[in-house]
């Protein structure tokens, strides 16, 4: 069976006003992840997903590069138990 986890993500760079949020959760629906990405006030982006932990692994690749415009400076990651608590990934405003 899969091992289940949890991520938080938090990109730095020039990640808002490049399509990053919809680039996350179209990567993020086609791994069939769960979770959320929304954008921080500070210029950072914030993803929270679930999901089996190899396809959150190529998540987080996707995110190192982002969409085309996007300049990743670092993504900082927390790894935690899934909780199962997400039904689907969503864009938060």
């Not at 938090?10 to 959320?36: H, P």
């Amino acid at each position: 069976m899969a091992e289940l986890a949890s991520v938080q993500a938090i990109v730095y760079g020039y990640v808002q006003g490049v399509f990053f949020r919809a680039f996350v959760s179209r990567r993020a629906t086609e791994l069939a992840l769960t979770g959320y990405v929304r954008n921080l006030p500070r210029g950072t982006v914030e993803v929270n997903a679930e999901g089996e932990r190899k396809q959150l692994e190529k998540l987080i690749g996707y995110l190192k590069v982002g969409p085309p415009g996007a300049k990743v400076e670092k993504v900082v990651t927390n790894w935690s138990e899934y909780t199962g608590g997400y039904s689907r990934f969503n864009i938060r405003y």
